[in-house]
């Protein structure tokens, strides 16, 4: 565990400025995330799953025929999928980021857990490819 303080952007109506700074703690080492193609209804993160087109099972639309796609990682013996995370930066819904510096190179987070705990998220950093991230809590 290592505990970073991190800078905070906001987007205002003037663009992205500078808002301080978070202290957030790194609780993880890297995790590869893992694709499942083939989920059933009785996967807990069904909810998640996607066929061909991005299509959940909610959607009128959706149609498994050609495959079905869930990406997600395990953390602490819980499954998490990929799609239950919001980015961070969108302009639109979380208009803030939260990044850092380590060994000369900007390292920020990309998304906050929107469907777990709402008072003390998880936050992870995905790595350059998406194939692995990091877990992070606010301190």
Sequence with gaps: MKNIVMRVEKCGNNGW???????FCRVSRWITVKQNYHPNKRNSLWYYVM???GR???DNEFNPKNGLFLDYFTYKGRNYAVEQFWLLGNVF????TYSYEEKGKRIYLSA????GDLFNPIYV???EYGEKVRIYEEI
């Excluded at 400025?17 to 202290?23: A, I, L, N, S, V």
């Excluded at 819904?93 to 803030?96: A, E, G, Q, T, V």
């Excluded at 906050?112 to 469907?115: A, K, L, P, R, S």
């Design 17 to 23: 400025y500078e808002d301080g700074k978070k202290e």
């Design 51 to 53: 066929d061909e087109y």
């Design 56 to 58: 959940k099972p909610g």
């Design 93 to 96: 819904y979380l208009p803030f």
């Design 112 to 115: 906050v857990d929107m469907d």
């Design 125 to 127: 950093e995905f790595d």
